[in-house]
């Protein structure tokens, strides 16, 4: 049991009646300003996250090791 067509257009004409279409197209920007900015958001967090990553590859650790010599009897 699906949704067919004919049923999709009868609720869109319902909605159209209902909201008119100003208000659905600035609806519509609306989600679409949100939806790209989400994206640049995720995009922006994953470059930052990519630039700590990398900054932590690029640490060198200075460190010294001593060595025990044990004298053999």
Known sequence: MGISIWQLL??????????GTKK???????IGSAVKGF??????????ANNQ?????NKVVDAEVETKNKDKV
């Not at 004409?13 to 209902?18: A, D, Q």
């Not at 990553?53 to 590859?57: F, G, L, R």
């Open 24 to 30: 659905l197209r600035n609806l519509g920007g609306d």
């Open 53 to 57: 990553i990398e900054e932590n590859d």
């Open 10 to 19: 009868i609720v869109l004409g319902i909605v159209i009646l209902l909201f």
């Open 39 to 48: 994206k640049s958001a995720v995009k922006e967090g994953n470059d930052s």
